[in-house]
């Protein structure tokens, strides 16, 4: 870290802070300039906490010189994170597609959807028990009903599957139907929900929040690194602009970003980062040229008779089954398989 | 609701939709233009429910033509809401402070700053019990103790007690020593934790998500209203763009907008939304003078050894009772008391 | 500046890069940290120019200490700045009225105008000859006709004139007709018109781009004071974000921040900052609060028949009348006039 | 267009309105719901001009169905546009890569270059003459001068040219020495600027403002289109948004979401959409799979004594050599050539 005083400051104030410093056990360095000193922690910033250098006398502002998370830095772990759930891994050489309807509405529907899916190419069965809802009129998931028709599916088919968790009470029972817990863009920073399944011990997947920068999502991702989880992948879903076009702005220059900062696997979302289902394929297609380890895809197979709006943006079975070939040649271009 | 179908849709396709929405119990009206044919849907569209009519063939898009809130909108109720809490009148002629520091230290701490904000004119004790913090290696709040403290402040000033409450098993607890639930920003959307606070019967401030529009934000005070608990105030505190120089960009459009919109009344944090403390003040007079009922200020009676870094956005003693002066001619002309 | 290195850098490229620092003049200090070593660079940083250190072998990042702008930083001229234009002070203790139609659509109606803001109390007639439109099929002005109109109102009122100019060829012709160069936020990155305004010697009003962070306006208006004059003010005008509600949001915190980091005036415009008429009248008592320096209204005498579609948040005379009532206690409570 | 009346308006309100709608000589669908009452306009809007509809008594709101640019849009011409410069064709099969310096900067330097970029496939040389910086004292380009070192690496290499024209007054100069008439981000809504590279005859490159949505990109081109210049090419190069990590937020779903609205070639800028050397690569592919026809990269043989800054995003030859050496399975495997 770096301590940058306010121009017109005087030597005791750089004295100050220096001794401030040095009392949690650090050094410094100063640099004393023609405009402002600079005085430079040397160590273990962690040691500092949140000692509030900026309210102190003559401080103009201090500037990080390395990232606040650690666990999931690409610095404490070179190699890549590689998950294992349901016997298939995630952050490996193939890329892993995760499909299915934004909610699970009936026994009949999410196993007709997990058969498609399955026959299709995908790994992983997703579809939504509880569901988080702008409004309270809307319908809001069906519950552990929900899971258990998830479970169902997953004995007919042997799929995978992938379900979101709302709330810190309901993870041992999500964690009991799922093989891996999603935790939605909105609960990013729900953080006792993030420490609760840190402590749950299943695969996470972790959406990015609408407004999260890289560096929260990775804080984010730490918290349950921190409480003993180590299998978190994350997942690109869009991020909110001034575009209206879009549902979303699916942000892909995240995917290579968080590869560079982080070692844990990345998923992306084209059905919730665009909203609209003309833009999935191309967006999928962008997103493992980017280097996406999975994809999460809305899959129904009666889009005009589903409980949520949201199916609008779901491919249809054909729909999906073609992404699914013309994914082929292009992960095939770039090494890894499907 | 408009239906708009798409430019060279078929009489079968509109006839399609057409069915749809009268076996719900609605009525249409056909509008049979050049480029395309519009569909008004008449009657209450929530009997629609999540009806996928964007997913039916040959449906562009639908727009809607009334707000997808009820229960928080001026149209629902036309008298501004007044919420009473510790014996003050929010919404009313008044309007109320609310101070006090980022979070709770200590017995001592909480009592010393509770006597200066009061003696300033505070009306509310601010401070974190709980607090919810973007890395986990950040102070988390003394939790209960904290709450005990804020009690003990309460008992020696008498000001009322607004704390946050970050879970749904914490709502009772926090209830207990608080006579206003803080719910914050990264939980507007945090919808379990929405019907627990619906069910609590006691007030409510619901501070803005960071990327949420204004509807979303009534959508989400929406949930605690059909909860059963009417008494929400709103806290606008800076949302996420693309400016740095300030933390957030306080929204103050945000507070005649809702006033307009909805009869809940809105408090300001000028704190949070601004981050750096020479905007405080500037920021609290324009929050009042665009018609804000309350404002939130963060106060610290030595920001230089507290344990947040958020102090560096506290006002000290001095600096608050200086602004406090301040706004009384302006509350004045403006026709209200403080 | 500080050039910080990447951890696991080698001596030789801190010695490169200390050498290539001090080729041009400037003086250096070394922090050799645990996990990386600083470069406080000391002396007039401009002396590097465009030095392109990032790309040098072994650099992380370089973090500016000082700001980019000179002329305009309150660091470089303590006091405010007070422009005069037709007699009147723009930055002193009077806050400063423009108001006016969208467009110049005719003799009769922009006298008719002239008249009712006069009356009310404003001190500039403001009013488009040139529009700016974003597509090509709208309503582009009066060009010099326009203007022509303008001096017609301001010889029949005696008003000041501000209107914008949009294209470098036209600088000499608007200024002829007019006492305060209106600069719009699409062109706020208009080098080339920047640079034309900067030698044309009369006050310019710059507005703020778009998405344009402040240290990118302040740079912009360092274009026009590097170019000789020093007549700037700025004018937040609402920025883009992700909220819909609003046009634009009014961003009232680039009041106060840009008053403590430069000596420049600075007005706010809420008719394009906010877009809808009931926020007008609350987000001109918030400016003011906040500390502008003047205010720039839209006003129609018939908004229903004028010739561009802003008229909808153009205020009636009988609005703009009221408006003005409201704001004189208001002023007067916080020590200014109007 | 929908025109949405008002809740509680009157008879004499609508009639007024479908009045004002029928005098130019379009005729209405009324729908009269419960909630309000819809009056759809029938036949060509444009008609309509700018009335201001949102002005008259009564109206709450209109909503567009049709989109306002025409000429630029997929509807007015179904096939691909293909531009043809330099021999060389856009928009059809072939992946077109434009690569070079940020700024010409000497003779030996760009011609260096064109043999570095020409060799690896290249088929346009890019490079600034005119530079649009931000601040006053950065490097502004070397005008004219740099022009004519583009013409003689034209003419050493065969290679296309691209270069950035930034006022009215240059057009005709930078149009002789250019193939490719660019135009910046900065630029997209100087209007002045559109219309005369409308009138010039050369293929144009119009790239997207920081903060342009969509809608307002197609309607800048609409602008060139309107002045009878249909060679036009957008380009990507990111948004604005709150992330900081990445420049800009590289929008890919621009590309699939513009090719399903308009005819018009999409280009690709992932240097400036990124700011980051180790995202080049990575976002070239993701932009190639989303099926943009072409790249615009930025590539210098010296980073480190380049005059730009910018150039900490330059790849170099070797980096530039092995993206080609990438692509080309890539653009293979979705049926496109390099």
């Not at 999975?294 to 005009?304: A, K, N, S, Y």
Request: hydrophobic letters at 40%; proline letters at 5%; glycine letters at 10%.
């Amino acid at each position: 870290m770096v301590i940058i005083m306010k121009p017109n400051g005087t030597q005791e104030q750089v004295d100050r802070v220096v001794e401030r410093v040095k009392t949690v056990g650090l050094d410094v360095h100063l640099s004393v300039g023609e405009q402002c000193t600079l005085i430079g922690v040397i160590g273990d910033r962690t040691l500092l906490g949140e000692t509030p250098l900026e309210a102190m006398p003559g401080v103009d502002r201090t500037a990080p010189i390395t990232a606040p998370y650690k666990l999931s830095s690409r610095d404490f772990r070179q190699e890549d994170t590689v998950i294992t759930a349901n016997g298939v891994e995630i952050g490996g050489a193939e890329v892993v597609v995760m499909a299915g309807p934004c909610a699970v509405e009936s026994t009949e529907q999410i196993i007709q959807i997990a058969k498609i899916v399955k026959d299709a190419g995908a790994k992983f069965l997703r579809g939504g028990a509880f569901k988080p809802r702008t409004g309270p009129y809307s319908f809001q998931g069906l519950g552990e009903k929900g899971l258990k028709m998830l479970a169902e599916a997953k004995a007919e088919t042997g799929l995978g599957i992938i379900t979101e968790v709302m709330t810190p009470t309901d993870v041992k029972l999500v964690a009991e139907y799922s093989d891996i817990l999603q935790l939605g863009a909105r609960n990013m920073q729900n953080f006792f929900l993030l420490k609760e399944v840190g402590a749950a011990g299943k695969p996470v997947m972790l959406k990015r929040g609408l407004s999260a920068t890289i560096e929260e999502w990775l804080l984010a991702a730490e918290y349950i690194l921190a409480g003993g989880n180590s299998n978190v992948m994350l997942c690109e879903r869009g991020i909110r602009t001034f575009e209206t076009h879009t549902r979303n702005t699916l942000d892909l220059n995240a995917v290579p970003a968080v590869k560079a900062l982080s070692h844990l696997p990345v998923v992306v979302d084209p059905s919730h980062g665009t909203g609209l289902i003309h833009l999935v394929a191309p967006m999928s297609k962008a997103a493992v040229a980017a280097g996406a380890d999975g994809l999460l895809i809305e899959v129904h197979h009666d889009p005009e008779h589903s409980l949520t709006g949201d199916s609008k943006q779901s491919l249809s079975p054909n729909q999906f089954a073609q992404l699914m070939g013309e994914l082929k040649p292009l992960v095939a271009a770039i090494g890894r398989e499907l």
